[in-house]
């Protein structure tokens, strides 16, 4: 019999063996990036992410050890659009490593070949808007996904080629439960196209987009700045006059806010998530969270015919 102590030094030099062995490592900045380069990647890289799924990718709290993760990477993907300027450029700074540095070959920008909307005629960061670069939540059309899983997937074979022919495979499947999923959402939503959604902040204007829904009413006067009296009341009378009848609040925003909205305009509060594993069942999972998301949405709306 192996004794405990040698069980564990065993252990642990397996554990440090696989470390080794996972190839590439990764940093996400938010979980939606981290979850499509794990599916990509598979067991030839190591992922790790930044942002927790309950946190406000705009104000993220940033840690020592952040600066220890970026440190070790050889790989980081960003949302860019300015979704990290308040919080990422000084542990960029602070982890003082060549590979992942702006413009290197191991730095994504994902919102590269993206074609983003509310990018206002001028840059204008004065009233604090944190989309004064335009709205950075695009990852919410399933179509955009596909153009950023495309894009980690040619990084990662540019930085391994020899796993090449297994990243381009894991995409390949990712892309084609993707396509089959967007079109069972698209059929789903179908019945719903032209119906307003309230939201707390401007993240689901591309879902909106995508599916035929209309978002233009939100809870906040300007993204990142939070709720005022005149501004809900403002609100409330286009809900009413609007008959829009779902308020979308996600885990880092007031729910409470959103209740005493929905409770003066007849709405129901709906649960969302941008990031896997915000929502029960999600974690580390895009399209699960995407359908988690429909789903909710749905019964959202349905709850009012
Ligand atoms: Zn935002």
New binding site residues.
């Given amino acids: 019999m192996m004794s405990t102590a040698r069980f564990l030094a065993t252990a642990f030099a397996v554990l440090a063996s696989s470390h080794a062995a996972a190839g590439l490592h990764v940093v996400a900045t938010t979980p939606e990036y981290g979850a499509i380069a794990a599916a990509i990647g598979g067991d030839k890289i190591a992922v790790a992410t930044l942002a927790k799924p309950t946190e406000d990718?705009?104000f993220v709290d940033a840690k020592p050890s952040h600066i220890v993760t970026l440190n070790r990477a050889d790989l980081l993907i960003e949302g860019g659009a300015d979704?990290e300027a308040g919080w990422l450029p000084p542990l960029l700074d602070g982890a003082r490593n060549p590979k992942i540095a702006a413009g290197a070959p191991g730095h994504i920008r994902a919102s590269e070949g993206i074609q983003l909307l509310d990018v206002p005629a001028v840059l204008d960061r004065s009233q604090g808007d944190?989309?004064a670069a335009g709205?950075?939540?695009f990852m919410m059309d399933p179509a955009n996904a596909r153009i950023v899983a495309e894009h980690i997937a040619k990084v990662l074979c540019s930085l391994d080629a020899a796993s090449c022919p297994a990243f381009t495979a894991n995409l390949q499947a990712f892309l084609a439960k993707l396509e089959g999923k967007t079109k069972e959402w698209e059929a789903a939503l179908a019945s719903f196209k032209g119906t307003p959604i309230v939201t707390y902040?401007?993240?689901w204007r591309y879902f909106a987009k995508r599916f035929e829904l209309v978002s233009d009413v939100f809870l906040e006067p300007k993204?990142?700045i939070p709720p005022s009296p005149p501004h809900l009341a403002e609100v409330m009378r286009k809900m009413n006059e609007g008959k829009m009848r779902v308020v979308l609040v996600e885990p880092f925003q007031s729910r409470k806010t959103a209740e005493a909205v929905a409770n003066r305009t007849n709405a129901v509060v709906v649960d969302v998530c941008q990031f896997p594993g915000g929502l029960p069942g999600t974690k580390d999972d895009y399209i699960a969270l995407m359908d988690a998301d429909v789903k909710a949405i749905i019964a959202g709306l349905s709850a009012q015919k």
């Fill in positions: 990718p705009h979704l944190v989309h709205n950075p939540h902040h401007p993240t993204p990142g």
